[in-house]
């Protein structure tokens, strides 16, 4: 792959992004409001819901398709998980990788627990971290500006 095409991939991957962050964002603000409480109605679990998995999907998204993309356009060898954050962290994109770690985390307990009492399970970690990832997306914007 040339410098080239993996800065036109870099490109498409940042809007799909951008497409990821709209949706989550949307879910952010609609969930927000919501008490913290033993029990949600439908409509909430819906929400909810809808919320978990966009935040599991950005949370791929940005680690695997956005930061490894960074990583080939910089001729980085991509190594491991631990790496890539790692670059990451020096780029200035994310201040800590333990921050990072914690929401792979959050993403992992999303994805493989499911019923109503876990969706709801981790709506108050949600509504805590989404604002860090709303921050990573504009460092990571900010920081690819110069291949735009």
């Known amino acids: ?11 498409e991957n940042l809007d799909n992004l951008k497409d990821a962050e709209k949706w989550l964002r949307r879910s952010y603000e609609k969930c927000k409001p919501l ?24 949370i791929d998204y940005l680690i695997h398709k ?15 998980l631990i790496d890539v954050v790692n670059r990451a962290h020096k780029r200035g994109i994310i201040d800590d990788p333990e921050e990072v770690r914690e929401l792979k985390e959050l993403r992992n307990q999303i994805v493989h627990e499911y019923g109503e009492t876990d969706i709801t399970k981790h709506f108050n970690d949600l509504i805590e971290k989404t604002p860090e990832i709303f921050d990573f997306i504009k460092r990571t914007n900010q920081y690819c500006s110069k291949y735009l």
């Not at 792959?1 to 490109?11: D, F, Y």
């Not at 956005?66 to 491991?80: A, C, H, Q, S, W």
């Open 35 to 58: 008490p913290d409480k033993d029990k949600f109605d439908d409509d909430d679990y819906d929400a909810i819901e809808a919320f978990s998995s966009r935040f599991a999907r950005t």
């Open 66 to 80: 956005v930061f490894k993309n960074i990583d080939r356009v910089e001729l980085e060898d991509i190594g491991t």
């Open 1 to 11: 792959m040339t410098t080239q095409e993996g800065i036109n991939i870099l490109k």
